[in-house]
């Protein structure tokens, strides 16, 4: 793997751990609002 294909590989990988990241904070707001939990 050279390197425009590992920084490719990275951009990719932090962008999904982001998007899993504001998964998981809107998920915390979901329960703590849920009044059914």
């Known amino acids: 793997?050279?390197?425009k294909e590992f920084i490719a590989?990275?951009?990719r990988f932090n962008r999904?751990?982001?998007?899993f990241d504001q998964l998981k904070k809107i998920n915390i707001k979901v329960v703590l609002t849920n009044p059914l939990l």
Do not use: E
């Open 1 to 3: 793997m050279d390197k």
């Open 9 to 11: 590989f990275n951009n």
């Open 16 to 19: 999904f751990i982001l998007a």
